[in-house]
């Protein structure tokens, strides 16, 4: 069966960045590599806004949140961690295991973190040496508003980190203009590419924390490792390891495509396909996990389980029957939730006809009654460029 991505992240790639990673393999270093290096840390530093450091490591989103909670904060230190999700509660465990003290700030499970909750806690936590915050939320599909979250951050005269895995790419998030430190995202998200690489910018706030740090932590993961050799080899070998050289010819093509299609144009290409699924989903009984607003995500789609059926048998029935591929939730959300991901193809209208078509068939297979393209209602709405 080939089955298609409709979870939050892998997704489906484009032909196109598909054939370009079909190529003899470069090496990775040398002029010829220097340019299609350069390029790619160019269009990078547009998508993210950011005039900032910017490193492309071979690695896993996780390992840069290693990577920045390693090089900025040292054993014994504090660090206030927003937790509102699996991916929160995830840094709050990447930062344990590097002996910092986290002070959490929570949300209940479903709602955004609240600016003012982290004023209060940065206040009665003034050794606080950072805050750690997610993005989107991928586990309830909440977003956060990391907007606001950096204001309050900056206030405090703290650097904030952003998991910014599943967002980068997918809604606004221009790195300089909201003041974020480190941001961190990967490849295999919104950016459209297969997994395998993993992009961290660094503000001359971050560097301070960086250059005061003397804890030992390794030398993979280190910030001040990856900047030693783009200030010092950056001529022709600007990493410090490898490069998986076949994943960035990829990722160039794909970025080609973000900035060729606009990133306006790329981020309500997302909206119109969650909208498309929301409404369509709804108009067949289903109930969303997030209710319409800014808190609801365009790049995936959490929706509540209903009680003519489990989580598991419509996914079941989706991949066995169609081949479609989407998401459960994450405990403590296992059974409670399903989750549907908008982005790459899953972002165009043939994918989302074809996930509702799917989803009405199961729904009458179940006896319930639904007319053959009942959860159409929303495909005609706001703006699709595909
Ligand atoms: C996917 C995801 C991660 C994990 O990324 P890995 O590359 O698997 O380490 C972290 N945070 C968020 C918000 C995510 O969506």
């Excluded at 960045?17 to 530093?45: C, F, N, S």
């Excluded at 996990?289 to 789609?301: K, L, N």
């Amino acid at each position: 069966m080939r089955y298609k991505l409709y979870i939050p992240g892998p997704c489906e790639v484009d032909e196109e960045v598909l054939a370009a990673m079909a190529q003899p393999t470069p090496r990775h270093y040398g002029p010829e590599w220097m340019e299609i290096y350069q390029d790619v840390i160019g269009m990078l530093k547009q998508i993210f806004g950011t005039r900032n450091d910017l490193f492309m490591v071979p690695a896993a989103g996780s390992a840069l949140l290693d990577m920045a909670f390693g090089s900025m904060l040292a054993e014994g230190e504090a660090i206030v961690v927003g937790m509102n999700g699996f991916f929160g509660e995830r840094m709050g465990t990447i930062a344990e295991c590097h002996g910092l003290r986290v002070v959490p700030f929570t949300a209940p499970l479903g709602q955004p973190l609240d600016p003012e909750e982290l004023r209060r806690v940065l206040r009665e936590h003034p050794e606080a040496r950072a805050v750690a915050v997610v993005h989107h939320e991928t586990a309830t599909t909440v977003m956060n508003p990391v907007r606001e979250l950096a204001q309050v951050a900056r206030e405090a005269g703290v650097p904030i980190i952003v998991d910014a895995v599943s967002s980068l790419g997918g809604v606004p998030l221009p790195v300089d203009e909201w003041g974020i430190d480190v941001c961190v995202t990967v490849a295999n998200k919104c950016l459209e590419c297969p997994p395998g690489l993993a992009f961290i910018s660094v503000s001359p706030k971050a560097w301070e924390w960086v250059d005061r740090n003397d804890s030992r932590h390794g030398w993979y993961l280190n910030l001040r490792t990856w900047r030693w050799y783009a200030e010092n080899w950056g001529a022709w070998h600007p990493t410090p390891v490898t490069m998986p050289t076949n994943n960035v010819l990829g990722l160039r093509v794909s970025l080609r495509r973000i900035l060729a299609e606009g990133l306006e144009a790329h981020f309500a290409r997302y909206r119109w396909a969650s909208q498309a699924v929301r409404r369509g989903l709804e108009a067949v009984g289903f109930e969303m996990f997030v209710p319409d607003g800014p808190t609801a995500s365009p790049i995936a789609t959490a929706v509540k389980a209903r009680p003519e059926f489990t989580v598991n048998e419509l996914m079941a029935y989706l991949a066995r029957e169609h081949g479609i591929l989407i998401s459960g939730g994450l405990e403590p959300l296992a059974g409670k939730i399903f989750r549907v991901g908008h982005m790459g193809k899953a972002s165009t209208r043939p994918f989302v006809m074809e996930f509702l078509f799917a989803v009405e068939e199961f729904l009458r297979g179940k006896g319930l009654s639904v007319p053959p393209g009942a959860s159409m209602v929303g495909m005609a709405e706001g703006k699709s460029e595909t």
